[in-house]
């Protein structure tokens, strides 16, 4: 509930934030606090499901991928109405409001598997193999921020396209 209290609290700053300072810390604080609830419900999951906590996993990946297609989905259509790209964030603060306020006395049943308890073994070197996949991975993601990051300015320079329509193409 912290990190979702974070979560609102960025996204508050970034609908009234005109000063740069504030949407930037807005933004900061929901990368951060983003990352506190994503391994918080991981290790919830791990704790509550044991031995079956991979499945778990894979579900709440599934389902977590479905808001990602939401958000920038969501943040394209409000982008083209009267009230502008923030609209998204306020359906978002309504949107955990209401999780609160509903889920906030959920009790997590206890685990019945025992965790696991292992020796420590120092790191050696990684493989040469693991360095030669992290690049390929790496390469990956940048051509990704890349294209991602200017493929709306093309879409509105080059192409001529509006913004908000530009915006709702890569949305898409």
Same mark, same amino acid.
């Given at each position: $509930?912290?990190?979702?209290?974070?979560?609102?609290?960025?996204?508050?700053?970034?609908?009234?934030?005109?000063?740069?300072?504030?949407?930037?810390?807005?933004?900061?604080?929901?990368?951060?606090?983003?990352?506190?609830?994503?391994?918080?419900?991981?290790?919830?999951?791990?704790?509550?499901?044991?031995?079956?906590?991979?499945?778990?996993?894979?579900? !709440?990946?599934?389902?977590?991928?479905?808001?990602?297609?939401?958000?920038?989905?969501?943040?394209?259509?409000?982008?083209?109405?009267?009230?502008? $790209?923030?609209?998204?964030?306020?359906?978002?603060?309504?949107?955990?409001?209401?999780?609160?306020?509903?889920?906030?006395?959920?009790?997590?049943?206890?685990?019945?598997?025992?965790?696991?308890?292992?020796?420590?073994?120092?790191?050696?070197?990684?493989?040469?193999?693991?360095?030669?996949?992290?690049?390929?991975?790496?390469?990956?993601? !940048?051509?990704?921020?890349?294209?991602?990051? $200017? !493929?709306?300015?093309?879409?509105?320079?080059?192409?001529?396209?509006?913004?908000?329509?530009?915006?709702?193409?890569?949305?898409?």
């Amino acid at each position: $509930w912290l990190g979702m209290l974070g979560l609102v609290i960025g996204a508050i700053l970034l609908i009234v934030g005109w000063n740069p300072i504030l949407t930037i810390l807005g933004a900061l604080l929901m990368g951060t606090v983003g990352t506190l609830v994503m391994v918080t419900v991981n290790a919830s999951l791990a704790d509550q499901y044991g031995e079956q906590r991979t499945l778990a996993f894979t579900e !709440s990946n599934v389902v977590a991928g479905l808001y990602t297609l939401a958000a920038p989905l969501l943040t394209g259509i409000a982008s083209r109405s009267p009230f502008g $790209w923030r609209a998204a964030l306020a359906v978002a603060i309504g949107y955990a409001i209401f999780f609160f306020l509903r889920y906030q006395k959920l009790e997590l049943a206890a685990s019945n598997q025992p965790i696991a308890t292992s020796t420590y073994t120092p790191p050696g070197r990684l493989p040469a193999r693991f360095w030669h996949y992290w690049l390929v991975i790496v390469a990956v993601v !940048s051509v990704e921020f890349c294209i991602f990051t $200017w !493929s709306s300015t093309f879409l509105e320079v080059d192409i001529g396209l509006s913004r908000e329509n530009a915006a709702l193409i890569m949305s898409i």
